[in-house]
């Protein structure tokens, strides 16, 4: 069964600061990634997609690289800004399977 | 079009009385997902469709949940006799001819069961 973790739970940074989130999943068997952003409240916000022959997507100030071997993706934010703050969270796609397994997220506050 | 829409918003009810939900996918997506979150957690898979027909429903789908998508269009999910267990966020996604397209998920509706 495909699990999937984040680290850290939360992080709280002074704006402008440069920062790594990072996902880490059970079975390196998947078809593809992504990063979705979550405001409280609201619905998931897609960020990046990585299929699996890839090795990262850059879009803007956001970078997400994929290493299937060791299980684990990353998602680099260039730059933070107070409105960057939100819940970040990784999903996987397992081969043949059609359905994301979700992380829990990391809650990130930027402070101005 | 504009994105996926789910609605209502917000519902709130009192215990043992039946909701229903309903999203409608981007209109090109063939596929459709229901998941629930609940604070402070992942989203959870429930169900999905191909068209209209429901291909995969997870264990945490009991037998008083069930989902619809008649016309392999919009879908609705109902739940009866509500508990207040069934308190969480249900959320919507559709994507297009598999998963290499990615997903695209509405705002969602948050169920509060009183």
């Known amino acids: 069964k495909q699990e999937v973790t984040q680290i850290p739970a939360a992080l709280s940074v002074p704006e402008g600061e440069n920062l790594v989130l990072n996902c880490s999943f059970t079975d390196s068997a998947i078809y593809n990634l992504q990063w979705f952003r979550q405001d409280p409240g609201k619905g998931l916000t897609s960020l990046l997609l990585?299929?699996?022959?890839?090795r990262e997507q850059t879009s803007g100030r956001l970078n997400a690289s994929l290493d299937k071997s060791s299980g684990r993706s990353t998602l680099y934010i260039a730059a933070s800004q107070p409105g960057d703050s939100a819940t970040y969270l990784c999903a996987v796609i397992r081969n043949y399977g059609q359905n994301f397994v979700f992380g829990p997220g990391t809650r990130l506050s930027v402070l101005p | 079009d504009t994105g996926v829409s789910q609605d209502p918003r917000h519902k709130i009810t009192k215990r043992g009385q039946n909701v229903t939900f309903r999203c409608d996918p981007i209109?090109?997506?063939?596929?459709l997902y229901w998941y629930r979150q609940t604070l402070g957690q992942g989203p959870e898979f429930l169900t999905y469709?191909?068209?209209?027909?429901?291909?995969?429903k997870s264990r945490l789908l009991s037998d008083r949940f069930s989902a619809e998508r008649p016309k392999g269009s919009f879908s609705t999910l109902e739940i009866q006799r509500t508990e207040q267990g069934d308190s969480a966020m249900y959320l919507c996604?559709?994507?297009?001819?598999?998963?290499?397209?990615?997903?695209?998920f509405g705002s969602g509706t948050r169920l509060t069961v009183v």
């Open positions: 469709f191909q068209n209209e027909a429901q291909l995969e």
């Open positions: 209109s090109e997506h063939n596929r």
């Open positions: 990585i299929q699996s022959s890839q």
């Open positions: 996604a559709s994507s297009q001819s598999g998963a290499s397209e990615g997903y695209t």
